[in-house]
């Protein structure tokens, strides 16, 4: 891996600061199958998000407009983190993200946020806020249209199951169809691991039927 300090320009209060950004990367490895990435990639989550030390902004970048007034990163809703608990400052940064990512009304984003702070907490050992935070991805889900789009669909049955909603995975995706053939084995596998009441992580080469070559 390649990285770089960046002297980012905090687009809310102009405060500069520097970070550290990925220049190059090799991909390897197979993903899991809510996309968590493998090898060198799985260990650079801090470097996914930049946070302002005066303003307190979170974003991919802080030269990212934000779409609402400043006194929102003040606010009770975003200094609480919505209401999840945690003292790590990894996960505090992911929430802090995708809350700016809903006022933006960049539902993809924010449901990424979510789901690198389950990460964070899966690696923690912590499930209950891992589920806390899937949980508001598929909110999101459920209430944007980001679902139209099929590889958010699949997404969405791997957030119920491992948050353990497994009757819903079997009732949405038991007779689900999708157009590309990986699409379907992946919601079937998802089915089955429902049916089988597993809400561990799982590699995409898991899943029968798809073979992996890395
Ligand atoms: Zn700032």
């Known amino acids: 891996m390649e990285t ?40 650079t989550m801090e470097l996914w ?15 990212i407009p934000l779409d609402t007034r400043r006194r929102y990163l003040r606010s009770t809703e975003y200094t609480t983190l919505g209401g999840i608990e945690t003292d790590n400052i990894l996960v505090s940064r992911f929430i802090r993200k995708a809350l700016v990512n809903l006022k933006n009304r960049n539902y993809a984003e924010a449901v990424k946020s979510y789901l690198y702070g389950a990460w964070v907490f899966d690696d923690l050992k912590n499930t209950a806020s891992a589920d806390e935070c899937r949980i508001e991805a598929i909110s999101i889900l459920e209430n944007s249209n980001l679902t139209d789009d099929d590889n958010m669909m699949l997404l969405k049955a791997d957030l ?3 948050t353990g909603q497994f009757d819903k995975v079997i009732s949405e995706y038991g007779e689900k169809y999708f157009d590309q053939p990986f699409l379907l084995l992946a919601s079937q596998y998802e089915v089955r691991l429902s049916r089988d009441g597993d809400s561990s992580a799982h590699k995409m080469s898991d899943i029968p039927g798809v073979e992996f070559t890395t």
Request: glycine share 6%; with cysteine; net charge neutral.
């Open 49 to 63: 998000v930049m946070e302002c030390p005066v303003c307190s902004y979170c974003n991919n970048s802080l030269e």
């Open 160 to 162: 119920l199951r491992r």
């Open 4 to 43: 770089e300090i960046k002297k980012v320009v905090c687009s809310v209060c102009g405060t500069v600061s520097s970070h550290t950004v990925i220049t190059k990367i090799q991909s390897g490895g197979v993903p899991e199958l809510d996309l968590r990435p493998d090898g060198e990639h799985r260990n």
